[in-house]
């Protein structure tokens, strides 16, 4: 049994979102993260890349807990997909608030967040 939404796009009808839908959004995001990962040199923007990859993981989470475990009239829903996101979304924001006091700490020192001078750290 396929679940599906239906989204209006107008007067004629609607449209259905499947999962595969849902998969697509988040391989995007996931190539899109990957992709500033190793492009930027801000480490700005690299942080911005992790948070996008691990977004990409909660779309996932959500997504295959939705249509895994889809709610029936007489049974209430799971919501596993929705706990491990919500454990994702918190570790990420540590993350975050550690890499910025990092960041910070660099900048004071060398005057530059750029991510290729860090092989000066060595020692």
Sequence with gaps: MELTLALPLGLSGGAEVGLHHYLAL???L???GLLTMM???NAIG???G???VL???NVNLVAFNRYAHAATADAKPLLDGQVFAIFVIVLAAAEAA??????LNYYNNFATIDVER???LKG
């Design 98 to 103: 550690v890499a910025l006091a990092i960041f």
């Design 46 to 48: 690299v942080l911005m």
């Design 50 to 52: 992790v948070e996008l």
């Design 39 to 41: 492009l930027k040199r």
């Design 30 to 32: 996931f190539v899109c």
């Design 118 to 120: 860090a092989q000066s």
């Design 26 to 28: 988040a391989a995007f």
């Design 55 to 57: 977004n990409a993981a």
